[in-house]
């Protein structure tokens, strides 16, 4: 694994995602590797080209939020849209912490997305930030050997269960990313049933989505012999038989689309 170090020229960016106002991406590149990751076709250099080997630390941006959380607007934070902020360096640079330290008090909300369990050593930020915090673990099956062929280098899915529990134990509001769902891989009720059983348990809403083609993740997948082609009639179908199994759960569950559809021209939740 090689760790750069480089200096960024903004901390937040306008975020592409309707559910944010802005993103934050302390890393590029990302140790866990993640064979479908779309991340990969947005991150140049090294850190782009191989996946998983290389992590660009951009150190520079404690400095940067410190200015301008006094001149932006309070909004929500992605944290993070193309990288995870929980990956093995932020051990030694903390970023994210540095981050959630400056953006917290000055009224940012952050809505953080990892699939690791290091996120625990913030449990006491998050705790007292409770009401300005969200925590979203991505997990993809409880198959602990599909997921290891799919996400190498990423903590085990029982370990992500662990982590979301104990984040939901603090009161934070929490959910699971459940995708994305490949064709015949991942997309059967042994591999969801039990995340949806964990979110039941959890109080955490579900977000379900497919793979959705990238050429970075297209071709890592097919290194492995994973065609991940796939047609809308299996995506109707699939979700349907998800959302029944939600509604007998009595969990919350949106697809993508309908996650993005609750929100106006002006980032706005619609049912606020
Ligand atoms: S953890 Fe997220 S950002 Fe990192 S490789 Fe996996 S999908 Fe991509």
Not at 67 to 78: A, D, N, Q, T, Y
Request: proline share 6%.
């Amino acid at each position: 694994m090689r760790v750069i170090e480089i200096r960024a020229s903004h901390a937040l960016t306008p975020s592409g995602l309707p559910e944010y106002q802005y993103a934050l991406n302390p890393y590029l590149g990302c140790y866990h590797g993640c064979r479908y990751c779309y991340a990969r076709d947005f991150t140049g250099g090294d850190a782009g080209r191989r996946w998983g080997e290389v992590v660009y630390v951009k150190v520079n941006i404690p400095a940067l939020l410190r200015s301008e959380v006094k001149v932006l607007r309070p909004g929500i934070v992605g944290i993070s849209t193309i990288t995870d902020p929980y990956q093995p360096v932020e051990a030694k640079y903390r970023i994210t912490r540095s981050s959630l330290e400056i953006l917290l008090p000055a009224g940012f909300h952050a809505s953080i997305q990892t699939k690791s369990t290091f996120i625990l050593k913030d449990a006491d930020l998050l705790f007292v930030y409770r009401d300005r915090v969200d925590v979203g673990f991505t997990i993809t099956t409880m198959d602990r050997d599909k997921a290891r062929l799919l996400e190498p280098k990423a903590p085990p899915p029982e370990a992500r269960a662990y982590a979301l529990t104990r984040i939901s134990e603090l009161g934070v509001r929490t959910w699971i990313f459940l995708g994305p769902l490949i064709k015949g891989l991942n997309d059967s009720a042994e591999d969801y049933r039990p995340v949806l059983e964990l979110a039941k348990r959890t109080h955490s809403e579900v977000f379900v989505d497919r793979y959705r083609p990238r050429p970075g993740a297209d071709a890592m997948l097919s290194a492995l012999g994973i065609s991940a082609s796939a047609d809308r009639s299996w995506w109707r179908s699939k979700t349907q038989e998800i959302k029944s199994e939600c509604s007998a759960l009595g969990v919350i569950c949106r697809t993508a689309e309908e996650e993005w559809r609750m929100y106006d021209k002006g980032r706005r939740r619609l049912e606020l």
